[in-house]
């Protein structure tokens, strides 16, 4: 384990939310060994993508020494580790999520969930405005009736991701990835309040993770 496999770790440990919402792939057809662990959907979706990843023969040779069993592995059981780096990564979770605000209103499908604006958290009569789902050339929030979201949506965005993950040449190149697709897809879409992108939620976890590695490391973490 390195430093580099703990940051990829972290940032792929969620990237299942989006590939599930996609429909495109059903959890109970993915590989025998990911459905059968005892964990979220999306975590074996993360696992399941970082797998096809490791199988493709157009990798970038950064991914290729990076993406290995063991990062595979930490992404699929994040919720429940199986070692010190899988609690590393577990934790830091947790932290980066401590900021989500309960909701008990339910009344869309998690896919259609839409990413609103934190302006009310700064002034309580601001009106509620929502996110497209879209890459950052389309930011401006609209009312709520105005954004639609669905499976369709999620397909169209992360079509492109897809194929520029294969041409990663560093964590640079892939946080700039993320925060281009995947600013305005909600972290979060079922009991609490979606106003945390996917994109923050996984570099905060990322760099979290990196700290703590590099502390367990040098002895200060037991």
Known sequence: MNDTKILLSALLHDFGKALERTKEYKTRELPRDIVEFDTYAHSKHSAFFVRTLRKTEKLSEFLKEYFTEDVEELVLTHHKPMNEYGLIIQISDW??????EESET???RYTEVKLSTPFRWVDEKAEELYYPLSDLRNIVPKKKDEVYVDENKY?????PVLNKFLSVNDVEQLLTLYEFYLSQIPAQTRGFVSDISLYDHSRITA????IF??????GLLT
Do not use: F, V
């Not at 932290?95 to 989500?100: D, G, M, P, Q, T």
């Not at 760099?207 to 990196?210: C, V």
């Open 207 to 210: 760099a979290l993770a990196h």
């Open 95 to 100: 932290l980066a999520s401590s900021e989500r």
């Open 213 to 218: 590695y590099k502390d367990y490391k040098e």
């Open 106 to 108: 339910e009344k869309e």
């Open 155 to 159: 397909s169209a965005l992360l079509n």
